[in-house]
């Protein structure tokens, strides 16, 4: 139960410290699992000394077992190892410091690795972490390469060499790690990270030149595999064991054999790309010079046709046609007109021979009283009435002397 404390009413170190060992001491006995980074066998000394870590966590505890204790698994266990000890929490009240006395000790064997591995992997494949649309694409020429490596090895020198080779111009970022031991998952993954958060890295590779199962473990690490998994930059694995697979492999967006194999992948070769370009350039005239010759073959021919040869050919062979017709239309009107200025003439004729004019000129004559009006009947005329007599060649008066008898 939490304590009731003020100000004014504290509690001395001492009891703070003996109520802590209290709560210690309740939890008992656990199994607790871990990796010996720390060993101090002192000669003559019936205790021995150890410090076991959290592989995937920045965390350790000191434990301490008496020498028989450990004498059963001096043989198998070593600075690196991984163990699962039986052991009681002690608190320390005068230094206030936590420690475990560890009565067995029990190495870990790679049967068991292995299948914790394989659960891991289950699990992490169940959660779609593994899956082939989450791999993203690594960029044609990345301009800057995050790489995360052990210190001064031949993983490092495999990638950049072979990367200089064939782009010389490419850009490293290189952040140095520890590739195995307790320290290896955090600084790992703490290098992913920065490296992920860097505005110019275009691809992260990591790196290590193989090594046996134990060796690479920290590749497997569920911290590590879900660090990558959250990654937006594409990233390479290139742990260059074959025989195994690492975790890591299943989810980077790349997997390379070797770190020489991944410099290949992800950079381009400059003379490969230059024969390509070159390939692609004939490649490109032949197709251009063909098109041209095809267009020049088509122009030729249509030159060719005797349309074209001779434009004005048909032109000339209709003209004849065109000028017989005119000729026909020509006489063809012509008879028209005569025949109609024939039937004209004689129409004329006879209109001619009807007028009145023509009857005047065979010696008739048209008597017409003062107001115009031809006379038809003697009975028409008066006595002394002057008449115009109208005659072929002119006009004249007459008198009318004698009014003739009805």
Not at 6 to 12: D, G, L, N, V, Y
Not at 102 to 108: F, G, K, N, Q
Not at 127 to 143: H, M, N, W, Y
């Amino acid at each position: 139960m939490a304590l009731n404390t003020s100000a004014e009413t504290p509690i001395p170190v001492g009891e703070v410290s003996r109520l802590i060992g209290g709560w210690i001491d309740r939890l008992g006995a656990v199994w607790v699992e871990g990796q010996i980074t720390q060993l101090s066998r002192r000669p003559g000394a019936g205790v021995v000394f150890l410090t076991l870590r959290d592989p995937s966590h920045d965390i350790s505890i000191p434990v301490t077992c008496f020498r028989g204790v450990f004498e059963q698994v001096t043989d198998v266990v070593g600075e690196g190892a991984r163990v699962v000890v039986l052991a009681r929490p002690e608190w320390y009240a005068p230094r206030g410091t936590l420690s475990l006395r560890a009565t067995e000790i029990r190495p870990v064997g790679m049967g068991e690795l292995l299948a914790r591995l394989e659960q891991l992997k289950r699990t992490l494949a169940a959660e779609g972490l593994f899956a082939q649309d989450r791999k993203r694409p690594v960029p044609f020429l990345p301009q800057l390469i995050g790489l995360v490596t052990g210190r001064a090895s031949a993983a490092e020198r495999d990638v950049r060499e072979n990367a200089r080779l064939r782009w010389p111009a490419v850009r490293f970022e290189v952040r140095n790690v520890p590739v195995q031991g307790a320290s290896a998952v955090p600084r790992i993954v703490e290098a992913v990270r920065a490296l992920d958060a860097h505005p110019e890295v275009d691809v992260i590779i990591v790196a290590r030149g193989g090594g046996s199962v134990e060796d690479l473990l920290p590749f497997s690490d569920e911290r590590l595999v879900r660090t990558v998994a959250d990654c937006r930059t594409p990233v390479v694995s290139a742990i260059g064991h074959e025989p195994d697979s690492p975790l890591l492999d299943l989810v980077a967006d790349l997997r390379a054999s070797t770190p020489t194999d991944a410099a290949k992948r992800v950079v381009p070769d400059v003379r490969e790309e230059l024969a390509r370009v070159e390939q692609v350039r004939d490649r490109a005239l032949r197709v251009i010079r063909g098109l041209l010759d095809r267009e020049e073959r088509g122009l030729t021919a249509a030159v060719s046709r005797p349309s074209m040869a001779a434009p004005y050919r048909m032109v000339d062979e209709r003209a004849g046609e065109v000028a017989d017709r005119l000729d026909r239309a020509r006489r063809s009107l012509r008879h028209v007109l005569e025949r109609a200025d024939a039937d004209l003439a004689h129409t004329l004729a006879r209109v001619v021979a009807l007028s009145p004019a023509a009857t005047l000129r065979r010696g008739y004559a048209v008597l017409q009283r003062a107001d115009g009006t031809a006379v038809r009947s003697p009975e028409d005329v008066g006595e002394a009435e002057e008449l115009q007599a109208r005659v072929a060649e002119g006009r004249f008066t007459v008198r009318v002397t004698e009014r003739p008898a009805p």
